[in-house]
């Protein structure tokens, strides 16, 4: 963000902040009535105070009154001039995390509580990152030929199954009925070559002739 000169710009840099912080949703009110909140979050509130003095014990309290009950809640106090002491030991006391707002537009960690949320948004991001996939193994030739000679026979015999159908029945049915051993396997291969063989030379003419159409 450009150099901060006004109490609005501080209030969009301390959202901006907060969006880093993890809470995407940080918006700036900018001076609306707002009860005391000067960035609002569905998960935190902020209170933002660019001039006037180091912000106080009862500054720090004024945002903690305006959490009410949601105890889940985070609070963060954006101040330009500091805090005082005790203003630090009430913000260790209750869990508000302070952070210094500096014209450049930084915003330092301050007390017990705000560098923790810094540090939990750092591991955050790098929990994140994805890890670039490891490159794939070389295929070895012996696998790329078998691959490539499986494609070819899927190939043919997905082009030419009517035809080769046609002329294994064939066969069965001209070697079946006067081959040697088990009477009963030769009478079952006789059978279906004399269904299989005219079944598929009809569908082998027919798919002919639908590729000459």
Known sequence: MARIRTAAE???????????LGYGDATALLGGTDGGIDVYSSRAYAQVKWRGGSAGKSD????????????????????????TDEAVDYADAVGIAL??????????????HAPKLVAAARNSTVAVTPSPPPPPEPESPARIVARNAWAMIAGFFGAHWQ?????????????????????GLRVFATILAVVGAPVFWLLFVQHRHARAG
């Open 99 to 112: 952070f210094r707002c500096e014209p450049d537009g930084e915003t330092p960690p301050l007390g017990a």
């Open 60 to 83: 720090l309290a004024n945002l903690y009154g305006t959490r009410g009950t949601s105890h889940a809640r985070k609070l963060l106090y954006f101040s330009g001039p500091g805090y």
């Open 10 to 20: 501080a209030e969009i840099n301390a959202a901006e902040q907060m969006q880093k």
């Open 163 to 183: 035809l080769l159908g046609a002329v294994v029945c064939t066969i069965v049915l001209m070697i079946a009925p006067f081959g040697e051993g088990n009477v």
